[in-house]
């Protein structure tokens, strides 16, 4: 079993920028495919993007393509979500997890999740 803890997030205006970690511990997660997403308050859980378990392909959701890089670190075993000119509806909790495998982007095909990191975007 694979424990993730996010940090990172905080307050930040509009048109800023910041970057979360997600640092695994418990096992190895070199091999596993990783993902970010995100749920603001009475909206459902959204998937940002993933990563490939050797950090070689990324995909987005379209609603953070072009602002949001994910990269991953696996000697130091943790998985970052870089967010250049965030916005408003950015605001949310960013969770981090594991992947069964690549590609996918439903939160059902994720497990092991981190406990998330408040993001706040002021306008």
């Known amino acids: 079993q694979v424990q993730l803890v996010e940090s990172g997030g905080g307050l930040v205006q509009a048109g800023g920028s910041l970057r979360l970690s997600c640092a695994a511990s418990g096992r190895t997660f070199s091999s596993d495919a990783m993902g970010w997403f995100r749920q603001a308050p009475g909206k459902e859980r959204e998937f940002v993007g993933g990563i490939s378990w050797n950090g070689a392909y990324t995909h987005y959701a379209d609603s953070v393509k072009g602002r949001f890089t994910i990269s991953r670190d696996s000697a130091k075993n943790t998985v970052y979500l870089q967010m250049n000119s965030l916005k408003p509806e950015d605001t949310a909790v960013y969770y981090c997890?594991?992947?069964?495998?690549?590609?996918?982007?439903?939160?059902?095909?994720?497990?092991?999740w981190g406990q998330g990191t408040q993001v706040t975007v002021s306008s």
């Open positions: 997890a594991r992947g069964r495998s690549y590609g996918l982007s439903r939160s059902s095909d994720y497990d092991s």
